[in-house]
């Protein structure tokens, strides 16, 4: 539960960063450019914890068949 915990505030830290990120983006490239950029950063970032949370839970029914 407690790795849980941990693994939202990073979440929430991350999207937080990205969001910060972006709002400095628009005054140097202008909106678009910076929207797209934050987009594409928060799908990567979905994509990843997709993908790590498979191979943990793939992990663990390996561990327990073992």
Do not use: N, P, W
């Amino acid at each position: 539960m407690k790795d849980m915990m941990k693994g939202i505030a990073l979440g929430i830290l991350l999207v937080a960063a990205v969001v910060a990120g972006q709002m400095a983006l628009t005054g140097v490239v202008g909106f678009h450019t910076a929207e797209l950029a934050g987009g594409t950063a928060l799908t990567f970032l979905l994509f990843y914890t997709l993908f790590q949370s498979c191979r943990k839970r793939r992990e663990a029914k390996a561990k327990e068949r073992a």
